[in-house]
């Protein structure tokens, strides 16, 4: 509960309001969580075309933890949340995360990867990556009572670490491609998981809005149910 933050007596802290400024400051650097201020707190409850997203924090044993980002609906009513690895997607998704971004992805083992689709492992490897660069388009469409939306992203990486045996620069193609292949996976699902929620933090009402606005009218009131009906491809 939130009154185990409001009333705790953090040893060696600042006063609360300083302390939990700094924190968020801090984890937002890093693509930990999502920041908001007041101002677009209040554009996002008010905006039809998106739906709210906050930093989440726990009281730990001697300080408080940012665990991530929580997923509020319009009426700014709690309803998921990411965590810190989640966060950091949907902060590229919105263009919005701090350069490099530091991804740790978990890569299945060879005996279950396929030529052109990566399955869900409990494996151990992962391979770390800063993303350098980040360019992306959205493509608005609107076909069989649904709107389409077409996500093209182009990223420029360095790998930090692996725990698996490969050699980089002679098999630099075969990792881009497990790369490229499981953050596509990552992101997705991530899309996904959030539509099943009829939430909308990415914004892609306001590109419905924007291009297809004889369509965005008549499910404007309740985008995020139409949204969660949306075609989304990367």
Known sequence: ?????????????????????????????????????????????????????????????????????????????????????????????????????SLTLKIPSHSVESNSHLKDTDGDDFVTINVLSINRDIHTGYNDNHFKFNIAMDFKVSVSELTFNMDIDKDRKKLTSLITKQLNKDLNDLIHKIQKQQLDPFGFGDYARAFQYKEWKTVKDDWPSAFSKTRISS
Do not use: C, W
């Open 1 to 101: 509960p939130i009154s185990s933050v409001i009333y705790n007596n953090f040893k060696d802290k600042p006063a609360l309001p300083e302390y939990l400024t700094d924190l968020i400051n801090t984890n937002k650097l890093y693509n930990r969580t999502v920041f908001t201020t007041f101002h677009e707190f209040h554009r996002q409850t008010f905006n039809k075309g998106i739906t709210p997203a906050i930093s989440e924090i726990k009281k730990g044993k001697k300080d408080v933890i940012v665990t991530g980002s929580a997923l509020l609906t319009s009426r700014g009513i709690y309803k998921m949340s990411l965590n810190r690895y989640e966060s950091a997607l949907l902060l590229m998704l919105q263009k919005k995360a701090n350069i490099p971004v």
